[in-house]
């Protein structure tokens, strides 16, 4: 009897270490592919005059580029709000998101973020499963807070985004 639990302990522990083992090797595969640590930050002139006057300017990296073809597509019903883009603009935001989009960036965030949405497009970044599931612990009422006001403002809470800088050590939730 105890040579069998012996023998079942041994068996448990060789497969979790097998695990960790497998899960580094995919894990340095994945870090051959994404690299950067930080996601890259806006350059783009045209980009932050047109959306940063109304919202967080939501680094390019953060979605894949068939979402930003919908989000720049659907731009005359912009969640709720007609942008009034000319065609040259819209195809001039396009190209500067797709150009930068999360398969572009090389950054270890925008790798988490395209495996977690298995070829889905979603609209918002919001609406990633990689993001949502970073802010799970975080109670919905603190969303609400008058200095954050919407899961959606980034800046709120991470106050090096505009850096493509979201470590956890660089956030502070105002009260």
Request: hydrophobic share 40%.
């Given at each position: 009897?105890?040579d069998?639990?012996?023998?079942?302990?041994?068996?448990?522990?060789?497969?979790?270490?097998?695990?960790?083992?497998?899960?580094?090797?995919l894990?340095?595969?994945?870090?051959?592919?994404?690299?950067?640590?930080?996601?890259?930050?806006?350059?783009?002139?045209?980009?932050?005059?047109?959306c940063?006057?109304c919202?967080?300017?939501?680094?390019?990296?953060?979605?894949p580029?068939g979402?930003?073809?919908r989000?720049?597509?659907?731009?005359?019903?912009?969640?709720?709000?007609?942008?009034?883009?000319?065609?040259?603009?819209?195809?001039?935001l396009?190209?500067y998101?797709?150009?930068?989009?999360?398969?572009?960036?090389?950054?270890?965030?925008?790798?988490?973020?395209?495996?977690s949405?298995?070829?889905?497009?979603?609209?918002r970044?919001?609406?990633?499963?990689?993001?949502?599931?970073?802010?799970?612990?975080?109670?919905?009422?603190?969303?609400?807070?008058?200095?954050?006001?919407?899961?959606?403002?980034c800046?709120?809470?991470?106050?090096?985004?505009?850096?493509?800088?979201?470590?956890?050590?660089?956030?502070k939730?105002?009260?």
């Amino acid at each position: 009897m105890k040579d069998k639990r012996v023998v079942i302990t041994t068996a448990i522990i060789l497969i979790i270490i097998g695990s960790v083992i497998v899960s580094q090797v995919l894990e340095k595969r994945y870090d051959a592919r994404f690299t950067r640590v930080f996601l890259p930050p806006v350059d783009n002139p045209l980009y932050e005059a047109e959306c940063a006057s109304c919202h967080f300017l939501y680094l390019p990296g953060l979605l894949p580029a068939g979402s930003w073809t919908r989000v720049v597509d659907g731009s005359q019903r912009h969640f709720g709000h007609e942008l009034g883009l000319s065609d040259k603009v819209r195809e001039e935001l396009k190209a500067y998101l797709v150009a930068n989009a999360a398969e572009t960036t090389g950054a270890k965030r925008s790798g988490r973020i395209l495996d977690s949405l298995k070829g889905a497009t979603p609209l918002r970044i919001t609406e990633t499963p990689y993001i949502d599931k970073k802010h799970k612990a975080i109670k919905k009422i603190i969303y609400g807070r008058e200095a954050i006001m919407s899961f959606s403002n980034c800046i709120a809470c991470h106050k090096t985004a505009t850096e493509g800088n979201f470590k956890e050590a660089n956030v502070k939730i105002p009260r």
